[in-house]
Each structure stands twice: as structure tokens, then as C-alpha cells.
T-cell receptor, first 111, second 114 residues
């Protein structure tokens, strides 16, 4: 099974809302990632968890808050977002030193 | 610093013809290189990787890539393009000092015409 699942597929939220994105993998991967992708652009790394510990935060604004409850799950908590945060949010996982497997993404629209 | 460059925003090819999508890299040390494909409104899918060994790497869906150290290139190829290969292709390199950091190229839109 090489599947990474993400929920929800689509999310529309107001600037004062709080919402969460969820990601799950059962491949035994110990690295999990959040990326933000704008249309026709490469994914931009936001956060990396390695062995359930936050190892990379690419200077992401605090309105984005990641959480890794266990080795299979990754959440991204959203609060007080701006319209420019509208994008496709991708989760990925990998073994160390190996390729990444991406989920289908959550299309986020901030109104 | 690690980086990859994809010099072509778009590549057009007729169905049945060979295709090449270009990628050059700039890394210190031995590069770990990857190709991914992205269909509209989907996540990225892994195609192939070069870690070490044979310079010609074979991957999914009939794609292959040639690692050329002297030209610092890792071009993606396919002998006979399909209309269904039309998608956005990304080259990536793994970070040298942080193995969990990957640097993506700007992407190349491949259009395969019937």
C-alpha cells in the first residue's frame, strides 16, 4: 500500500475560522511533510516531522500549527488565515533517504 | 547549496514521438535525484530516482532518466509519448545536510498532442 490519504478534499473557511487538515499513511514511513502549492508552481515545504518530532519549520506563520499525534498521522491546524493562504496543501511521507509519497491534497479557499 | 533547474516551462510533443524533459542540478557531493509527475488537481506521483549505480534509471509508466555527471543533468525520457502523459513534471534533489529536505525545480508542463 503506497497511499497517503488527506481529508478534507476541499475546504472553504473564513478568516476567523479554525479548521484542521488531516493526513494518514500506513507505509511505516518515519518522515512526514506538509507542503503548500500554488497553481502551476512547485510545492513549497512548510514542515517536516521525523520520528514524530518537528525537524523543519520553514519560517511558516504561526497561524499554521502542525501536529503529529503518532507515526501514521499528521495534522495541520489553521487559524485566522489570510486570503493569500488559499492553495493546495499537500501531505507527503517517506523513509529516510528515499522518495516521497504524496497525498491528493486539500484545496483550501480562504474567504 | 542544493538546487535543480528545469529550463523549459513547457514541452510540446506529438503522440508516438520520443519526449525529453530537462533537468540540471547543482549540488555538492553525490546527488540524490528524483522525478515526479502531477496531474491536474492531484498530488505528485513518484516516477523514478537516482541514488547511485547505473546512469540509466528506469521508472514507472515507461519513463527513464539518464544521470550525466559531467553535464550535471538528469533528463527524463520516454521513447514513445502518450496523450495521457500530458501533465506537470518536477525534478527534485535531496538536501545534502538534511536528508528530509527536498529542493524542487520550477516544473515543466508536458503537452502531448494526438
Amino acid at each position: 500500500d503506497t497511499e497517503v490519504t488527506q481529508t478534507p478534499k476541499h475546504l472553504v473557511m473564513g478568516m476567523t475560522n479554525k479548521k484542521s487538515l488531516k493526513c494518514e499513511q500506513h507505509m511505516g514511513h518515519r518522515a512526514m511533510y506538509w507542503y503548500k502549492q500554488k497553481a502551476k508552481k512547485p510545492p513549497e515545504l512548510m514542515f517536516v516531522y521525523s520520528y514524530e518530532k518537528l525537524s523543519i519549520n520553514e519560517s511558516v506563520p504561526s497561524r499554521f500549527s502542525p501536529e503529529c499525534p503518532n507515526s501514521s498521522l499528521l495534522n495541520l491546524h489553521l487559524h485566522a488565515l489570510q486570503p493569500e493562504d488559499s492553495a493546495l496543501y499537500l501531505c507527503a511521507s517517506s523513509q529516510v533517504n528515499s522518495e516521497q509519497y504524496f497525498g491528493p491534497g486539500t484545496r483550501l479557499t480562504v474567504t | 547549496a542544493q538546487s535543480v533547474a528545469q529550463p523549459e516551462d513547457q514541452v510540446n510533443v506529438a503522440e508516438g514521438n520520443p519526449l525529453t524533459v530537462k533537468c540540471t542540478y547543482s549540488v555538492s557531493g553525490n546527488p540524490y535525484l528524483f522525478w515526479y509527475v502531477q496531474y491536474p488537481n492531484r498530488g505528485l506521483q513518484f516516477l523514478l530516482k537516482y541514488i547511485t549505480g547505473d546512469n540509466l534509471v528506469k521508472g514507472s509508466y515507461g519513463f527513464e532518466a539518464e544521470f550525466n555527471k559531467s553535464q550535471t543533468s538528469f533528463h527524463l525520457k520516454k521513447p514513445s509519448a502518450l496523450v495521457s502523459d500530458s501533465a506537470l513534471y518536477f525534478c527534485a534533489v535531496r538536501g545534502r545536510y538534511n536528508f528530509n529536505k527536498f529542493y524542487f525545480g520550477s516544473g515543466t508542463k508536458l503537452n502531448v498532442k494526438p
